[in-house]
């Protein structure tokens, strides 16, 4: 079967991607090959020298306002209209409770969900968990639970927390958004051609998504045979 593509670059600890995905899916609920589509997501740190969890006694507001240089009230209020725009998508943030940490052990274990064809459902975990539950997803324990909660094999989430197994494969996301000049996620790629930057309406996924198809179907429409050399021969 014909299958469309999305890579989704994306990391745990960024409250537009949870946003994304919901509009990701809302859009892939109208489209009408909906079966035919193949979401991977793909491993994006925003801060790879962030500590497995960070100091407490930093609140996240201040965190946030050194950051971007604004007041503590500035900081409050940009978290009070994110928390707006999640909700008018269905998602619940609680940044009075969020414990910001590493995430490179999260998208290691999401190559082992992709592999074995569980990588959405683990996302969602590790989203909800760090973006409404309060948990600290930079912790190997916290994360062994979340995975298997997912439904992942504990054994294998064991061993691989304990080594370096797929590492290589979250720096090789990595290195690919840098060839892409990614440079803000989520950033969505579809059928390897068409980019969107953004946590976009799911109107205008939607549409990139059926642009996509539409060229997929006219590509193969296209395609005629001719003349051709095989293991019997050429005719």
């Known amino acids: 079967m014909k299958k469309l ?4 670059w994306s990391d745990i600890a960024c409250p537009w991607c949870y946003v994304g995905k ?3 899916e809302a859009a892939l609920a109208q489209f009408p090959h909906r079966d035919s589509v193949e979401v991977v997501w793909r491993a994006f740190e925003l801060d790879p020298a962030a ?5 407490q006694a930093v609140s996240y507001i201040e965190r946030l306002s050194r950051k971007y240089g604004t007041t503590a009230a500035q900081a409050e209020a940009m978290l009070q209209r994110m928390t707006e725009v999640a909700a008018a998508d269905g998602l619940q943030f609680r940044f009075d409770r969020i414990r910001p940490g590493n995430t490179f052990d999260a998208h290691r274990i999401l190559h082992l969900a992709h592999e074995l064809h569980m990588q959405d459902a683990v996302k969602e975990r590790f989203l909800r968990a760090y973006m409404t539950e309060g948990e600290a997803i930079g912790e190997p324990e916290v994360l062994l639970r979340l995975a298997t909660e997912a ?5 294998e989430v064991r061993a691989l927390l304990a080594g370096d197994r797929y590492s290589s494969e979250v720096r090789a996301d990595e290195q690919e958004a840098r060839s892409l000049h990614i440079s803000g996620v989520p950033f969505f790629v579809i059928a390897g051609c068409y980019g ?3 946590a976009q309406p799911s109107e205008t996924i939607l549409g ?9 179907e006219a590509a193969t429409a296209s395609f005629t045979e001719g003349a051709a050399c095989g293991p019997d021969g050429c005719g």
Not at 5 to 8: A, C
Not at 51 to 55: A, E, L, S
Not at 151 to 155: A, C, R, S, V
Not at 208 to 216: D, G
Request: net charge positive; charged share 30%.
């Open 5 to 8: 593509r999305i890579d989704v």
């Open 22 to 24: 919901r509009r990701l």
């Open 51 to 55: 500590p497995r969890v960070r100091d």
């Open 208 to 216: 990139a998504i059926s642009q996509a198809w539409e060229t997929m």
């Open 196 to 198: 969107l930057s953004g």
């Open 151 to 155: 439904g992942l094999p504990e054994p």
